[in-house]
């Protein structure tokens, strides 16, 4: 198993520049998610989805787009880049239908926006 | 609200010694509890969890305690050893639609050989 799987592992984007993030597991995991991770802050969660072609809204979603028309992959769009959306960002899955179940994290995507 | 914060942004201590990081959280809609390590340049990984009817839970040289009448979670790591240095986050599982895990700040621990 490879778990959960980031690319790219870095990307520096113009300002207004689009571009998405991909994320795939391979656990059959339900439940996917996508945080960023800033400086002296926690990870905050942008869109989540229960399964396939569920999507909802987290803590900051504002200036993302997701879909989820597989179970495996779970893509974060970025629409138009902001230099506020400068940061770390890891997608995560779990087992669904199980809330008790720990959440297992990529390696994370590293995106600098100019 | 919804937050998890924790007390102290680092914590520093001595090979061998024990650790303890805690972190308060404010949803009493929350039912289960994790405890995740993070090493520089990757993902957190799962270190422990406590769902909401324990108070104690034991792994290999971890514990975490939940005090749930205060709202308090508390990991301890027993023997510290070089190898723990790293950030630590609390998070929480909310029952409300969802299940949303919503993380704290995190606190970095060193360990001074």
């Known amino acids: 198993n490879a778990g959960v799987t980031q690319t790219p592992k870095f990307q520096v984007l113009k300002t207004g520049q689009s571009m998405t993030l991909q994320c795939a597991q391979d656990m059959n995991h339900e439940y996917m998610s996508w945080y960023r991770q800033d400086p002296g802050m926690g990870l905050r969660l942008i869109h989540y989805?229960?399964?396939?072609?569920?999507?909802d809204q987290g803590e900051v979603p504002n200036g993302y787009n997701v879909s989820r028309s597989t179970t495996e992959d779970f893509p974060l769009r970025l629409l138009s880049a902001a230099p506020s959306q400068t940061s770390v960002y890891f997608c995560?899955?779990?087992?669904?239908?199980?809330?008790?179940?720990?959440?297992?994290f990529g390696n994370g995507t590293r995106l600098t926006v100019t | 609200g919804e937050s998890v914060g924790l007390h102290l942004p680092t914590l520093s201590v001595q090979e061998g010694d024990n650790s303890i990081i805690n972190c308060a959280y404010s949803n009493s809609a929350s039912d289960y509890f994790i405890w995740y390590k993070q090493e520089s340049g990757k993902g957190p990984q799962f270190i422990i969890d406590i769902r909401s009817n324990m108070d104690k839970r034991q792994g290999q040289r971890v514990t975490v305690l939940l005090n749930k009448t205060v709202k308090h979670l508390s990991l301890q790591i027993a023997a510290t050893q070089p190898g723990d240095s790293a950030v630590y986050f609390c998070?929480?599982?909310?029952?409300?639609?969802?299940?949303?895990?919503?993380f704290g700040a995190g606190t970095r621990l060193f360990v001074k050989a």
């Open positions: 998070a929480e599982t909310l029952n409300t639609g969802g299940f949303k895990t919503i």
């Open positions: 995560a899955s779990r087992a669904g239908g199980l809330m008790g179940s720990p959440l297992h």
């Open positions: 989805s229960v399964g396939a072609g569920i999507t």
